[in-house]
RNA sequence: GUGGGUUUAGCUCAGUUGGUUAGAGCGCCGCUCUGUGGAAGCGGAGGCCGGGGGUUCAAAUCCCCUAAUCCACCCCA
């Protein structure tokens, strides 16, 4: 048995590989990425890339001691020496908030929008889209309080899933107010539950201490039972004057832009450094967990690092999840192209002619040729399989005469070319091909 | 960390109550095929039946352990 790929890992792979499904195809992951690319910069957002690993201090206390992905879910990264350790990173915000502090990034006009998408690392159990490298798309604003940057933030996550072809997309919207707010439900669902602990699943008792909220969203009949007859207010219930009237400007927003949502009383952000405005994104078809990504505002997460006051808020989606959602709804992508065209020898002594007139022509378009020579047969072969345009075959003839018959492979037709008018001939067509694909 | 399913060729899968040398389709390689393709025919390569242990005259098949994988719980993207 062959050494294995470690649990939790995938290997991206070329189109045409057997057992190829939409979230190991290395095209789809460009395509994602292109697409957000296109609709993160549109909007002013600036690429930013970290370390995949980090200070564990930065993790710890970015994303929160009490949550699971520091509790359980650190891959430590141990060298030699007494140094406390790095982590890979677990989700992208920490990282970036602190590249913002480090770097002065305060000096750019605010506020200051920034984007990324790469691997991130989990070590937890498998399942459906879940993994323990996973990759993300992040989108994070610093320097603003202002609603209608939540707006924003949350428009731009929509556009990107409705230009990658998703319908099946729905947004749940929430608040959790700020901290003060948060304790005091915090108080309030532990006096009411604490007087009922005996009924709670053994999972909602550990809640009951860690992190009561998510007892609303429990899957154990008996809590869903028990909720229902105690009628517990939610979470927007207790938002401050202030978290209140932000909310209502975020929800004014999205309802002025048409951005569909429903407002979601039980949503939870697992990370500590949330505040305020919450949403995640669905879908069903994915599997038990049909969250695609989810965001929030993070107003004091930079203080929290050390650094100065920094309002912030931002999203990621799942990149396996969201390519996960395109498969279930038969999402078709554009093929990845061909080359332009293959050209083979017929015989050895052309076989070095074919390759320079290839690499000559390769500054004009994807150009590929045959290694060794081929029957003519065996070209057009060749040539199909690579799904290239045209073909060209090479013999002595043609090499005397200092001449192409190229063949499209599309309409059969075949026409000669002056070797000194290949690269005009390749300039046709990639443009023909650009045509094309902006029709498309 | 917990529970269930699965594991036979590159891929998708057969393989009878345990019985000789483990099969098919597709894919791959070659030939038919010296001047214009997608085809067909013929041939070939490719397997420690996930790994280890046990029962048996005999194990892909029965038992135990283990690993990987898939799904689910917790939690998250």
Known sequence: MPLQRPKGT??????????????????????????????????GASFIATPLFEEAELVKRGVGGSTDIVRKEMFTVYYFG??????LRPEGTASIVRAYLQNGLKQLPAPLKLWTHGPMFRAENVQKLRLRQFHQVDYEVLGSTDPLVDAEAIWL??????????????????????????????????????????????????????????ILDSKSAGDQALLAELGVKPMLDFLGEDARAHFGAVQAYLREWGVPFDLDPSIVRGLDYYRRT??????????????????????????????AAVPGIGWAFGIERVL??????????AQVDGPLLYLAAMDEANVGLAA?????????????????AMKPGSVFR??????????????????????????????????????????????DLSQQARGTREQA
């Open 324 to 333: 996960g959602a395109l498969e279930a709804e038969g999402v078709a992508f």
């Open 382 to 427: 060749e040539a199909d399989r690579r799904r290239a345009r045209h073909a060209a075959v090479i013999g002595s003839d043609e090499a005397a005469r200092g001449v192409l018959n190229i063949k499209n492979l599309g309409t059969g037709e075949t026409r000669e070319v002056p070797v000194a008018d290949l690269n005009a001939f390749l300039d």
């Open 278 to 307: 919450a949403w995640e994104l669905h879908h069903e078809g994915i599997g038990a967990k049909s969250a695609l990504g989810g965001g929030g505002r993070y107003d004091g997460l930079a203080e929290q690092l050390g650094g």
């Open 10 to 43: 995938q290997d991206h792979l070329p189109d045409g590989s057997p057992k190829l499904s939409r979230d190991i195809q290395a095209s789809a992951f460009a395509h994602v990425q292109d697409v957000a690319r296109r609709v993160l910069e549109r909007s």
């Open 82 to 87: 007494d140094h406390g350790g790095y982590v």
């Open 356 to 372: 320079r007139l290839a690499l000559a022509g390769r500054s004009h378009g994807r150009v590929e040729f045959a290694y060794r």
């Open 157 to 214: 996550m929509w556009e990107v899933v409705r230009e990658l072809g998703l319908t099946g997309v729905r947004v749940k919207l929430g608040s959790i107010g700020d901290p003060e707010d948060r304790e005091r439900y915090n108080a309030y669902l532990r006096g009411l539950f604490g007087a009922h602990a005996d009924r709670l699943s053994d999972d909602s008792k550990d809640r009951l201490e860690r992190n009561p909220m998510r």
